[in-house]
């Protein structure tokens, strides 16, 4: 499979991973981002044994978009640390059921079922705090195209949100109203993230073909 680059020095690799492309390899054994680029940085640096690889954040498996992995463990822990610290911006674009306001901001907690691999809106006391805004950047069909600019990564956070808004993603099987064989409206559009050696501040974008 053809990897897309879009940075890539001794420190990190920032790329586009494909829709429905798992980030890290699970019981169905399918192929997954981890191992694609462990093999394209060893062969193109003709690296023996194991290649070192550190996954800073996750996409859900139908969900595209922008990703920085880390080459060498300072750079994943620095950046794990940023992330901790809310320090990374990740911004989402998305089509909507519905005709959304021009902009909110919603906060909920999530509690994520590990049995089912889902996660529901509950109470303060026994979820995660999770915090999205989003602004509307047009509306078409009875739909909205939305920029989401994501504040905590929890689980399932930004399908969730929205579904309990009355305003489901377009394509979402789990969490939406569409029948299977839509694909998932949802794309990590921008990462920006300071680099974990250089000290410089670093922004990366790749826009949907279905949000152009």
Same mark, same amino acid.
């Given at each position: 499979?053809?990897?897309?680059?879009?940075?890539?020095?001794?420190?990190?690799?920032?790329?586009?991973?494909?829709?429905? @492309?798992?980030?890290?390899?699970?019981?169905?054994?399918?192929?997954?981002? @981890?191992?694609?680029?462990?093999?394209?940085?060893?062969?193109?640096?003709?690296?023996?044994?194991?290649?070192?690889?550190?996954?800073?954040?996750?996409?859900?498996? #139908?969900?595209?978009?922008?990703?920085?992995?880390?080459?060498?463990?300072?750079?994943?822990?620095? @950046?794990?640390?940023?992330?901790?610290?809310?320090?990374?911006?990740?911004?989402?674009?998305?089509?909507?059921?519905?005709?959304?306001?021009?902009?909110?901001?919603?906060?909920?907690?999530?509690?994520?079922?590990?049995?089912?691999?889902?996660?529901?809106?509950?109470?303060?006391?026994?979820?995660?705090?999770?915090?999205?805004?989003?602004?509307?950047?047009?509306?078409?069909?009875?739909?909205?195209?939305?920029?989401?600019?994501?504040?905590?990564?929890?689980?399932?956070?930004?399908?969730?949100?929205?579904?309990?808004?009355?305003? #489901?993603?377009?394509?979402?099987?789990?969490?939406?109203?569409?029948?299977?064989?839509?694909?998932?409206? @949802?794309?990590?559009?921008?990462?920006?993230?300071?680099? #974990?050696?250089?000290?410089?501040?670093?922004?990366?974008?790749?826009?949907?073909?279905?949000?152009?």
């Amino acid at each position: 499979m053809s990897l897309k680059i879009l940075y890539e020095d001794n420190h990190i690799i920032v790329v586009v991973k494909e829709e429905n @492309l798992l980030v890290q390899a699970d019981n169905s054994k399918d192929l997954d981002m @981890l191992t694609i680029i462990k093999s394209y940085l060893k062969k193109k640096y003709n690296k023996p044994g194991n290649v070192y690889l550190g996954l800073v954040h996750r996409l859900d498996r #139908p969900v595209g978009g922008v990703m920085v992995f880390a080459k060498t463990s300072k750079a994943a822990s620095r @950046l794990s640390e940023q992330m901790r610290s809310n320090k990374i911006t990740k911004k989402y674009i998305a089509v909507v059921h519905g005709k959304t306001k021009k902009h909110d901001r919603l906060v909920n907690y999530l509690i994520k079922d590990k049995n089912t691999n889902t996660s529901k809106i509950t109470t303060e006391e026994n979820g995660k705090l999770a915090i999205l805004e989003y602004d509307l950047i047009k509306h078409f069909n009875n739909m909205s195209l939305l920029d989401i600019n994501l504040k905590t990564g929890r689980s399932h956070q930004i399908r969730v949100q929205l579904s309990n808004i009355n305003h #489901p993603i377009y394509g979402d099987q789990r969490y939406g109203i569409d029948k299977l064989g839509i694909q998932i409206h @949802l794309w990590a559009y921008e990462l920006s993230f300071v680099h #974990p050696v250089k000290k410089e501040f670093m922004k990366f974008k790749h826009i949907p073909i279905w949000a152009k």
